[in-house]
């Protein structure tokens, strides 16, 4: 079965570390890899995508085919960065279905 | 910018009643879902919907659930008869096409008593 696992519901740290949250998925195919935030009180929103490989708000993620894994990282965290963390993964052909992991809660500490 | 939006954004209701979620989509988009979270747990994918028709559903979406584009905005969500189990937010989400990405909206939480 198709399963995106994020492996910690909380995730503290301080303005300035660095900060990686964690996504594992299982798919016998070729996913597509996503991550989505939610600040407080605001709707779920895109924050990248692993096909554009690019870098928002200064977190990039790579897909890590050998591992299953598309973690997320970004340097040196900010405030503004506290927010739940959704990874994702949609099949590659034919179904367009978004599968989530439970979620992480990002806190940055000041 | 244009963004989705469901209405309402609280829904109380008695077991066994009957419930309609409002959502209205990016007005250029044609892929139209409903995803749902129950407390503390994943959000998880009910249906989509393209050209007036179900293209997917999960085995969640079973003959309780029905789904609508009454008119050129607005995308609906029915539970025929409510359980207390259905108590969740519902997000509605659009997308241009099915490879593209999937806006949401805010979410109605539907509290079942």
């Known amino acids: 079965a198709q399963r995106v696992t994020q492996p910690e519901k909380l995730l503290s740290v301080f303005k300035g570390a660095p900060v990686e949250l964690k996504c594992n998925y299982s798919?016998?195919?070729?996913?597509?890899l996503f991550w989505y935030v939610q600040y407080s009180r605001q709707r779920l929103q895109l924050l990248l995508r692993?096909?554009s490989r690019e870098s928002i708000k200064g977190f990039t993620a790579d897909l890590n085919k050998g591992e299953t894994s598309f973690h997320l990282k970004k340097p040196f965290a900010q405030e503004e960065d506290s927010a739940m963390y959704y990874c994702?993964?949609?099949?590659?052909?034919?179904?367009?279905?978004?599968?989530f992991g439970k979620g992480t809660k990002l806190t940055v500490n000041p | 910018e244009p963004e989705v939006t469901q209405t309402p954004s609280h829904q109380v209701t008695q077991m066994g009643q009957e419930v309609i979620l409002r959502c209205v989509p990016i007005?250029?988009?044609?892929?139209f879902y409903w995803y749902r979270q129950i407390l503390g747990q994943k959000v998880e994918f009910l249906v989509s919907?393209?050209?007036?028709?179900?293209?997917?559903k999960s085995e969640i979406f079973d003959d309780q659930f029905s789904v609508e584009r009454p008119d050129g905005s607005n995308f609906t969500l029915k539970i025929r008869s409510t359980k207390l189990e259905d108590s969740a937010m519902y997000f509605c989400?659009?997308?241009?096409?099915?490879?593209?990405?999937?806006?949401f909206g805010p979410g109605t939480r539907l509290t079942v008593l």
């Open positions: 989400a659009s997308s241009l096409d099915p490879y593209n990405e999937q806006f």
């Open positions: 798919y016998s195919g070729s996913p597509e």
């Open positions: 692993h096909i």
């Open positions: 994702a993964l949609r099949f590659q052909g034919g179904s367009e279905k978004l599968v």
């Open positions: 007005s250029n988009h044609l892929y």
């Open positions: 919907f393209y050209n007036n028709e179900i293209s997917e």
